[in-house]
């Protein structure tokens, strides 16, 4: 019994107090196949450029790495798995029909730069030197 009342207390007052944050349009089913897609194809193409270049795609231990990438879809983004992600998160966004799922995509963004992809590129840096340094000035880290 409590249960339920907590229950229909809560979904009463998030009706009242919350405004619809729900959003439909049409060709959602396309456009959540084409991020999906795309996201799924730029992701694994960033891993198999790091398998041909015989270093670690483990972001945990940027120092394991044996090569710097920069060739393929590394010309494009320093960063092409995490773009990848980013897609396919914004693909689950537009699917869930959502504007809080929309509000992850640039959090998703921030938490990446600050504790993943500058943590990396300065052991990067320190590797790989001059070679990161131009390839960093070159390219773009997102896109």
């Not at 456009?31 to 041909?52: D, E, H, Q, T």
């Not at 920069?70 to 693909?91: D, K, W």
Request: cysteine-free; hydrophobic content about 50%; overall charge positive.
């Amino acid at each position: 019994m409590e249960r339920s009342l907590l229950y229909t207390s809560t979904k009463i007052h998030t009706r009242v107090y919350l405004p619809e944050l729900s959003f439909r349009f049409p060709g959602k089913p396309i456009v959540v196949s084409v991020l999906a897609i795309l996201g799924a194809m730029v992701s694994v193409a960033g891993a198999v450029a790091f398998r041909r270049a015989q270093t670690t795609v483990d972001p945990r231990y940027p120092e394991k790495s044996t090569a710097l990438v920069s060739h393929g879809i590394y010309r494009l983004s320093r960063n092409p798995m995490y773009v990848g992600f980013l897609l396919l998160l914004a693909a689950w966004a537009v699917h869930t029909s959502n504007v809080m799922g929309l509000l992850i995509l640039p959090a998703f963004v921030l938490y990446m730069n600050r504790f993943q992809i500058v943590p990396e590129e300065r052991i990067l840096r320190a590797k790989f030197g001059n070679a990161f340094g131009e390839y960093e000035r070159s390219v773009r880290r997102w896109l």
